[in-house]
Each structure stands twice: as structure tokens, then as C-alpha cells.
């Protein structure tokens, strides 16, 4: 039977890191041209930064959780082997489409807090008629890393009690 235990730890971290997400996503850096107090030069102005210490958050909440299932289940590399059937087969499909998931909100988290932290200063060499660049993040980035968490969180908790019901059966067989 699968730990309930666990299934509560992951539960509660994938639910924070998935509100972190959203709250990257609303708090967003904005970029805005200003002048210099002497209007001579233009800069961009940028807002809170607290969306990059929200997204870096939900990466490493995304990542114990993850860490924890897996520990727990023993990442089908040790242990022993699980009874054939439907549960072990599910469990392993259900291994495979958790880790995809699981990759794509982890690049998805750490790229949206990486261009989110970067901001421009100052126009270019090259272009001083034009203003400079306020570049910032697009705009979804953090909820692709959201949706992609919860996905996450939704398909490892089907893993995990699939994968016990699997070793469970293994250990009870049914002869």
C-alpha cells in the first residue's frame, strides 16, 4: 500500500510550488523607459523582482517533490522486481510521462526566473536615437511552468500508487 505519508508531503509541495508559479506569473517584471534626472540619457525601470524568487521557488518545491517520489518508489533502478501485470505496467508508463512533464516545468521555472532576474540598463552603443530595449520575460512562461507542475503533481501521485500496488502484489501474489 503506498504511503500516505508521502502522498500528503508531495501533495502539499507540488500544490505551494504550483501557487509559486502563478504568483511568478502574475508578479512579472515590467520594464519601463525613464529619463536621467539631467535628460540627457534614457533607462529602463524595472519593477519588483519578486517573481524570480517565486519561480526559483517553485523549481526547487517542484524538485524535493520529485526527489521524494522517486526515492520512495526506488526509481524502478533498485529494489526488487515488480509483480508483471496491468499496475506494473501502468506504473511505468506513468514513470515515463511524470519525468517528461517533470523536465519540461523544470525549464520552464528556471528559464522564466532566469530572463525574469535579467534586465537591460542602458541603450546600445550603436543606437543612441532609438530608446533602449526594456526587455522582459513573455508573458506565460511562469504559467506553462504552472501547468506543467500540476501535471507533474497529478500523474506522480497516479505513479506512486501504482508503483505500490505493483510491489504489493508482488509481495501477496494472488497463487
Not at 512579472?28 to 521557488?57: F, L, M, N
Not at 511524470?98 to 519540461?104: D, N, P, S, T
Request: with cysteine; proline share 3%.
Amino acid at each position: 500500500m503506498a504511503s500516505k505519508l508521502v502522498i500528503i508531503i508531495v501533495f502539499i509541495l507540488d500544490l505551494i510550488a504550483v501557487g509559486l508559479a502563478i504568483a511568478a506569473e502574475q508578479r512579472r517584471s515590467v520594464g519601463k523607459v525613464v529619463p536621467d534626472k539631467e535628460k540627457v540619457y534614457e533607462y529602463c525601470e524595472y519593477g519588483s523582482d519578486i517573481a524570480t524568487s517565486y519561480g526559483a521557488g517553485a523549481f526547487v518545491l517542484l524538485f524535493t517533490s520529485q526527489v521524494i517520489i522517486m526515492v520512495a518508489s526506488r526509481c524502478f533502478c533498485c529494489g526488487k522486481a515488480l509483480n508483471p501485470g496491468g499496475s506494473r505496467a501502468c506504473a511505468i508508463m506513468l514513470f515515463l510521462i511524470c519525468w517528461v512533464f517533470f523536465l519540461i516545468a523544470e525549464v520552464c521555472l528556471l528559464a522564466a526566473s532566469i530572463r525574469n532576474a535579467y534586465h537591460t540598463k542602458y541603450r546600445n552603443m550603436w543606437n543612441i536615437n532609438e530608446p533602449p530595449s526594456c526587455e522582459v520575460i513573455r508573458k506565460g512562461v511562469f504559467a506553462a511552468g504552472a501547468s506543467f507542475a500540476l501535471f507533474t503533481a497529478i500523474v506522480s501521485q497516479f505513479y506512486y500508487v501504482c508503483y505500490s500496488r505493483a510491489r504489493d502484489d508482488y509481495k501477496n501474489p494472488p497463487y
